[in-house]
């Protein structure tokens, strides 16, 4: 035992030795002689818990699952149940605390949102065989699987909208100072495997894509300075793993031998981080599922290099798929999402996640979605199905690992009617389109056959757990009849003999009886019994006991029937479980279409989405290019247009252009505190990346060049946790934009330098301008208050200028939200702070301070900076002015030392040390 487990040891006395459910009286104290002897089963629990550190383990005692000690105290804060104490050692109880197993999904789901990591205990063995080794015996347990956050697969446990994954991460050294990294995400409550690699700037963007619940990585890779911010600040739980076994030679010989393949080329070309990530996870898997054998799809390659790239400040920025607060609603994808399956929801969270970047895949999903859009017939019957189809995808994975019951079953079966069904629907719509033909396919390779037999086999009314029985359907299996038969209707059947006995026998007193001692008997009268023992009766009734005034016999017939009775409700049971076994290894040996036509059916619920959503809110399809074009007419913001919608108020449309020829262009956006610049900023970022997703945007006309990198520095916040002022981190994601955005990429700056002073400020603002336009050369939309900026366009080709109207009405501001031409000269900052309820004593000392400066400024206007620095003087620095000679210097490059006596060498030290003190 390890030292950890020793320790554990020391403070473990003697707990009750019964095996009974949770009550059983307390052991009495201990004494002294025996304070140190641990008791069977503690040394059972002990052994476990031991292989399992880290991990709170959910141990089972009849239909509880108990944690003792530390878990238990833990265990008991997080849930709020009652921390008891039982069993004594060393004068001291054991803190103990138990929840329902009926229960304990409930627990579960409340600790791992907690961050807890779970060890589930099984009983592995049957009560009474323990007993057969001795009174003392304790039944086998094991633990049966490690349950983490990136590892649920129960219904309860889950969001159906939503994947579960988690990443694992290798790296490959590239050389000294770079890496490649690899990731393998799974989903295991659907089988869906990814693998990816990413350099290591890129690492934080892919990870923010993927929105893994938990990050499985070797110790050397968290342990990297260089990456231990990635790691300490992100949301996912994080588990280490030894590095052992996970050298890319071992993890290609793990994914051989998991998917049964001699080579992995049939599943892609991966490099060997990749390949490392890949097994990497599965040995997560292994890890945490044990003996059973999750329902995996082989690993397929997602190329970085054909999605849209959206560092983790520019996707919470633009409230993607969560706001800024973490919250679901208010988000894009909660105002878009309009699936009607939990596999169609997943993968229009996925699509929105990673936009495209190959033009000919946007271009088919455009296709689909332009299809259904305009056959609205088709489009409605095909969500009506869907919204009838169960979630497949997860019903399979968790009967493959038996976790499963008859609901799953049943899952499965309505499922693959539905596929069917929306096959032959697909198959009378005359010409699809590429991406809906390839779904339609898919769904065709479906045998109804299984669904056939489950339908036959399953009952209307289903239990939720298997053991629990009663899920096949009466009259499909003639053995489970008479099982259920004998088990409901027993005295009925007794009855029944009794009767036929009596007709034979013609002794109308016969009975048929049952105590403990003989079981089931027939009993008649002494003068009767007589017969019974003479021939003909004497072959059937075996004589058992001579009572006063009666005679008691046994038949073979009613012995057989007593055993019958006695085992009905197990063997009806087992009866049931043959089948349930039956079934799932039909399905699973099945898993293959099965998947296929899941991600069909995903694939189909997210096409006709976007097309009801086209239609519904008047989107259209963008126009998608391989050059530099961003003209957006009547554009809108998709999220705030369906908010005023909801409200009877209509949003204002506004047209954007940043297209360019072998640059794009940058619009600098003016106007008054909430005019609308944020929105009108968000909102071209999101048609982009609607466009890339597949989707038809809100505007009226667009055209777009595809965009390989998005970035977006809105809004004020600080990083304190990090030591970061909201200007730091301003500067920091600015920072970040400067040195990476390229030519294809679109920029959403706004209001850069407003954290600082005002010439520290304007002089970033105006340095930022500069690069975005001679270096970054990309699309770009720029907003600010620094209204001397405007002037830049005097001297930049592709700068333009742009601002918000607003309209004055006795004195009040009137904000028309409406983006026109050129550059505003007022913020109107003060009547914003009017309307915010500011004292009016000092809104009226700021207008007397602001007509002082504005004076100022009149007397030396700051924009005319513009006209006396010259343009990118950044670019063009003079040359430093030569130093003055240094003396000491220079007598230090007169000296050889190899030349100097130990005199001289002296006497040239203090000739040095008299220079340098001048």
């Known amino acids: 035992?390890?030292?950890?487990?020793?320790?554990?040891?020391?403070?473990?006395?003697?707990?009750?030795?019964?095996?009974?459910?949770?009550?059983?009286?307390?052991?009495?104290?201990?004494?002294?002689?025996?304070?140190?002897?641990?008791?069977?089963?503690?040394?059972?629990?002990?052994?476990?818990?031991?292989?399992?550190?880290?991990?709170?383990?959910?141990?089972?005692?009849?239909?509880?699952?108990?944690?003792?000690?530390?878990?238990?105290?833990?265990?008991?804060?997080?849930?709020?149940?009652?921390?008891?104490?039982?069993?004594?050692?060393?004068?001291?109880?054991?803190?103990?605390?138990?929840?329902?197993?009926?229960?304990?999904?409930?627990?579960?789901?409340?600790?791992?949102?907690?961050?807890?990591?779970?060890?589930?205990?099984?009983?592995?063995?049957?009560?009474?065989?323990?007993?057969?080794?001795?009174?003392?015996?304790?039944?086998?347990?094991?633990?049966?699987?490690?349950?983490?956050?990136?590892?649920?697969?129960?219904?309860?446990?889950?969001?159906?909208?939503?994947?579960?994954?988690?990443?694992?991460?290798?790296?490959?050294?590239?050389?000294?100072?770079?890496?490649?990294?690899?990731?393998?995400?799974?989903?295991?409550?659907?089988?869906?495997?990814?693998?990816?690699?990413?350099?290591?700037?890129?690492?934080?963007?892919?990870?923010?894509?993927?929105?893994?619940?938990?990050?499985?990585?070797?110790?050397?890779?968290?342990?990297?300075?260089?990456?231990?911010?990635?790691?300490?600040?992100?949301?996912?739980?994080?588990?280490?793993?030894?590095?052992?076994?996970?050298?890319?030679?071992?993890a290609e010989r793990r994914l051989k031998e998991h998917f049964g393949v001699a080579t992995l080329d049939a599943f892609g070309a991966f490099d060997r981080a990749e390949i490392a990530a890949a097994g990497c996870a599965l040995a997560y898997v292994a890890r945490t599922q044990l003996a059973q054998r999750p329902v995996l799809e082989p690993p397929r390659r997602r190329a970085s290099d054909r999605t849209l790239a959206i560092d983790p400040a520019t996707r919470a920025n633009l409230e993607l798929t969560r706001t800024l607060q973490g919250q679901r609603d208010g988000s894009l994808l909660a105002s878009i999402d309009l699936t009607v399956s939990p596999g169609g929801a997943r993968l229009l969270a996925e699509r929105l996640a990673g936009p495209l970047t190959d033009l000919a895949l946007i271009r088919r999903r455009h296709d689909a979605v332009d299809h259904l859009r305009a056959e609205s017939n088709l489009r409605d019957a095909l969500r009506t199905a869907l919204a009838r189809t169960p979630d497949m995808a997860r019903a399979l994975s968790r009967l493959a690992v038996d976790r499963g019951g008859p609901r799953d079953l049943a899952a499965l079966r309505d499922g693959l009617f539905a596929a069917r069904a929306m096959a032959d629907l697909l198959g009378q719509a005359g010409d699809l389109p590429e991406e809906i033909g390839a779904a339609a396919a898919a769904l065709t390779e479906l045998d109804t056959a299984l669904a056939e037999a489950l339908a036959a086999a399953l009952a209307d009314d289903l239990p939720l757990l298997k053991r629990d029985g009663g899920f096949i359907r009466e009259g499909y299996d003639p053995d489970l009849d008479e099982a259920r038969a004998l088990q409901q209707d027993s005295r009925q059947v007794i009855a029944a003999l009794q009767a036929r006995y009596a007709a034979e026998t013609g002794c109308r007193a016969l009975r048929v009886k049952h105590n403990n001692l003989i079981g089931y008997f027939v009993e008649v009268p002494q003068a009767a019994g007589e017969e019974f023992v003479k021939p003909p009766l004497r072959d059937t009734f075996v004589h058992r006991q001579t009572m006063a005034g009666a005679m008691r016999f046994s038949t073979t017939e009613l012995s057989g029937l007593e055993a019958k009775i006695a085992s009905a409700a197990d063997r009806s049971v087992k009866i049931e479980l043959t089948h349930f076994e039956s079934f799932v290894a039909q399905l699973v040996g099945h898993h293959e279409i099965i998947t296929r036509a899941c991600d069909a059916l995903s694939v189909i619920d997210v096409t006709a989405a976007l097309a009801e959503l086209a239609a519904d809110r008047e989107w259209v399809r963008p126009v998608m290019e391989d050059g530099l074009a961003f003209s957006i007419k009547g554009g809108r913001h998709p999220v705030v247009e369906a908010a005023l919608k909801a409200r009877g108020t209509a949003f204002i449309a506004n047209d954007c252009d940043l297209s360019g020829e072998e640059a794009g262009r940058i619009l600098l956006v003016t106007g008054p505190n909430m005019g609308g610049k944020s929105t009108y900023l968000r909102q071209n970022a999101l048609i982009a990346v609607l466009a890339q997703m597949g989707s038809f945007v809100p505007a009226r006309i667009a055209r777009i060049g595809v965009v390989d990198r998005l970035f977006s520095r809105v809004g004020a916040a600080d990083d304190l946790a990090r030591g970061r002022s909201t200007f730091m981190v301003e500067m920091v994601e600015t920072a970040a934009i400067l040195n990476q955005a390229g030519p294809r990429s679109l920029v959403i700056l706004d209001e850069i330098g407003r954290g600082t002073a005002t010439f520290d400020g304007l002089s970033i603002a105006w340095a930022a301008i500069e690069h975005l336009h001679e270096r970054n050369r990309g699309r770009a939309l720029f907003a600010t208050h620094f209204h001397e900026l405007t002037a830049l366009a005097e001297r930049l080709p592709r700068l333009s200028n742009a601002t918000l109207r607003v309209a004055e009405w006795h004195g009040d501001v009137v904000f028309l939200h409406e983006v026109v031409p050129g550059a505003a000269d007022r913020s109107y900052g003060l009547q914003v702070a009017r309307l915010a309820g500011l004292p009016p004593a000092v809104v009226e000392r700021a207008r007397v301070i602001l007509s002082e400066l504005e004076r100022t400024e009149r007397e030396r206007p700051a924009r005319n900076l513009v006209e006396d620095l010259p343009l990118f003087a950044a670019a063009a620095r003079p040359a430093p002015e030569a130093p003055a000679p240094d003396r000491l210097q220079e007598a230090l490059a007169d000296l050889d030392p190899d030349a100097l006596t130990p005199r001289e060498a002296l006497e040239a030290l203090y000739r040095l040390k008299a220079i340098g003190s001048e």
């Not at 997080?78 to 039982?86: E, N, Y």
């Not at 446990?157 to 994954?165: K, Q, R, S, T, V």
Request: hydrophobic residues 40%; charged residues 25%; proline residues 7%.
């Open 1 to 250: 035992m390890s030292q950890a487990g020793a320790q554990a040891q020391s403070r473990i006395g003697s707990l009750p030795e019964t095996e009974e459910a949770r009550g059983a009286p307390e052991a009495p104290r201990s004494s002294p002689a025996e304070a140190g002897r641990v008791t069977p089963m503690m040394a059972q629990y002990l052994a476990i818990k031991e292989a399992h550190p880290g991990s709170l383990l959910f141990y089972r005692m009849g239909d509880f699952y108990e944690l003792f000690f530390e878990d238990a105290e833990i265990a008991s804060r997080a849930l709020g149940i009652v921390l008891t104490k039982r069993g004594r050692h060393l004068g001291e109880e054991i803190p103990m605390c138990g929840v329902p197993v009926e229960r304990a999904d409930d627990y579960l789901q409340r600790l791992i949102a907690q961050g807890h990591r779970v060890a589930v205990c099984e009983q592995t063995e049957d009560p009474a065989e323990a007993k057969k080794r001795g009174s003392k015996s304790v039944v086998r347990r094991d633990v049966i699987r490690l349950v983490t956050p990136g590892t649920l697969m129960e219904e309860r446990l889950l969001d159906p909208g939503e994947a579960n994954l988690f990443v694992a991460v290798a790296r490959r050294r590239l050389s000294d100072t770079a890496w490649t990294y690899g990731l393998g995400a799974i989903d295991i409550s659907t089988g869906r495997f990814l693998v990816e690699s990413a350099g290591q700037p890129d690492l934080p963007s892919a990870l923010a894509r993927l929105a893994p619940r938990e990050i499985v990585l070797p110790d050397a890779i968290h342990d990297d300075p260089d990456l231990r911010a990635l790691w300490t600040e992100s949301s996912a739980a994080i588990s280490v793993l030894p590095r052992d076994g996970l050298d890319p030679a071992s």
